[in-house]
Nanobody, 119 residues
Framework: VQLVESGGGLVQSGGSLRLSCVAS????????ISWVRQAPGKGLEWVAD???????EYIDSVKDRFTLSRDNANSRVVLQMNNLRPEDTARYYC??????????????RGQGTQVTVSS
């Protein structure tokens, strides 16, 4: 049972990145999937989740800039991040479960991928 993230990197302010999370070992199509992030010196922050139907919700600071989608056939979610800002700099993690699961503090999480946005 695992989640594997990819797609992070260094980008200038205003640029774009596409993060991917591939799941294995469980029935992906039956689970909400979230992205959370941890900026340097800060705690984990929930960013977005996508429910089984494909509908997504976002934290206010990324609305209209980030788009989360899922591909059940390939057990994958993709977070498209546009118009990136320096404050988006963080390590991004894929989480099995939605925002409410994240808030319990008990969940499966991947190793993460680093996103760095330069000003």
């Amino acid at each position: 049972v695992q989640l594997v993230e990819s797609g992070g990197g260094l980008v200038q302010s205003g640029g774009s990145l596409r993060l991917s999370c591939v799941a294995s070992g469980f029935s992906f199509r039956n689970w909400y999937i979230s992205w959370v992030r941890q900026a340097p010196g800060k705690g984990l922050e929930w960013v977005a989740d996508v429910e089984v139907s494909g509908a997504a919700e976002y934290i206010d600071s990324v609305k209209d800039r980030f788009t989360l989608s899922r591909d059940n056939a390939n057990s994958r979610v993709v977070l498209q991040m546009n118009n990136l800002r320096p404050e988006d700099t963080a390590r991004y993690y894929c989480v099995r479960g939605g925002r409410n699961t994240f808030l319990t503090g008990t969940y499966l999480r991947g190793q993460g991928t680093q996103v760095t946005v330069s000003s």
